[in-house]
T-cell receptor, first 114, second 110 residues
Framework: GENVEQHPSTLSVQEGDSAVIKCTYSDSASNYFPWYKQELGKRPQLIIDIRSNVGEKKDQRIAVTLNKTAKHFSLHITETQPEDSAVYFCAASINGGSQGNLIFGKGTKLSVKP | DSGVTQTPKHLITATGQRVTLRCSPRSGDLSVYWYQQSLDQGLQFLIQYYNGEERAKGNILERFSAQQFPDLHSELNLSSLELGDSALYFC?????????FGSGTRLTVV
């Protein structure tokens, strides 16, 4: 089955710097790659997603890139702010995201220092 | 409010006991997924139901079972509870826009 590896497990940056989180997946049939932000004790919330027919997607300070050949995808956060501090999870699905279970990475704890 | 409703929010119970967690998906969503999140761990997929039928199984223990009812709400039953079952249990439902998670049930086994 699908396996998703996520690095780093913790990341500390200064406010205003950029943060990059990387994930690799094993199943070449995976075609949907969302990123979730989870604050302590709260539910995971979708922040951005990308499908396999797209190489890059941006939404304000957040961008995701996908390299299907290498089977890896990355989350880029620019101009980080203290409120970006949270745990970020990547995930992969073979069923396009609307149906089919998501397999999650183990998460990255991002700390943005003022 | 995500539209996915989970009850109860908190549950404290003793080892060996049995509990039932409930989830109502967003209106119109036919699928329900259950995930377990232990302390400092990622989200482990347990099981998926689609319109009342089991669709996929993940790392779900034999002590755990689930079902989805005709009104599409789902229940996750956890029995013979152990200390290691203490976790946040999330359900999610899906639409064309992807997954939406409920607020979770925090289970503490003492």
């Amino acid at each position: 089955g699908e396996n998703v590896e996520q690095h780093p497990s913790t990341l500390s940056v200064q406010e205003g710097d950029s943060a990059v989180i990387k994930c690799t997946y094993s199943d070449s049939a995976s075609n949907y790659f969302p990123w979730y932000k989870q604050e302590l004790g709260k539910r995971p919330q979708l922040i951005i997603d990308i499908r396999s027919n797209v190489g890059e997607k941006k939404d304000q300070r957040i961008a995701v890139t996908l390299n299907k050949t290498a089977k890896h995808f990355s989350l880029h956060i620019t101009e980080t702010q203290p409120e970006d501090s949270a745990v970020y999870f990547c995930a992969a699905s073979i069923n396009g995201g609307s149906q089919g279970n998501l397999i999650f990475g183990k998460g990255t704890k991002l700390s943005v220092k003022p | 409010d995500s539209g996915v409703t989970q009850t109860p929010k908190h549950l404290i119970t003793a080892t060996g006991q049995r509990v039932t967690l409930r989830c109502s998906p967003r209106s119109g969503d036919l699928s329900v997924y259950w995930y377990q999140q232990s302390l400092d761990q990622g989200l482990q997929f347990l099981i998926q139901y689609y319109n009342g039928e089991e669709r996929a199984k993940g790392n779900i223990l034999e002590r755990f079972s689930a079902q989805q009812f005709p009104d599409l709400h789902s229940e996750l039953n956890l029995s013979s509870l152990e200390l290691g079952d203490s976790a946040l249990y999330f359900c999610a439902s899906t639409s064309a826009y992807g997954y939406t998670f409920g607020s979770g049930t925090r289970l503490t086994v003492v």
